[in-house]
């Protein structure tokens, strides 16, 4: 699965966009995935505080996310790309269900199948979390 930079790339800010044009592949994956949690922790934040054109906004832009992901799947490559397959299908299709109802607890469920994935991307990719700064004398 190769996400195509070009398609993340289409923003105004020059400096994100020279990080996505030269980005490993691995990291326009964990790039994707960090984007979509936090799409979708919006979202949920949205509906819960009845913000609907932002929510509605969040979970289109989540939805576009996935189906890029789909669409980068090499199901001929990698046989388990067919299961992350029907899995991408099953959360756009949530998605979908949840901005119609602005479902606040389908976007959750959705948030708790992607996390293990995130987190396993960011792993596979050797993408790690910056260290946490520790208050001085602590």
Wanted: with cysteine.
């Amino acid at each position: 699965m190769t996400p195509r930079p070009s398609a993340f790339a289409r923003g105004t800010n020059p400096y994100l966009r020279d990080n996505v044009e030269t980005a490993s592949p691995g990291r326009l994956l964990v790039m994707l995935y960090d984007r979509l949690a936090l799409d979708l922790e919006r979202a949920e934040a949205a509906c819960a505080s009845d913000d609907v054109q932002t929510a509605h906004d969040k979970l289109l832009h989540a939805q576009d996310i996935l189906a890029e992901l789909y669409a980068t799947l090499d199901v001929d490559v990698w046989e388990p790309a067919k299961h992350l397959a029907g899995v991408y299908e099953f959360l756009i299709s949530e998605l979908c269900e949840a901005n119609i109802s602005k479902d606040s607890n389908k976007i959750a469920s959705c948030r708790r199948v992607i996390a293990p994935l995130h987190t396993a991307w960011r792993e596979a990719a050797g993408v790690v979390d910056p260290p946490v700064a520790q208050p001085i004398g602590a």
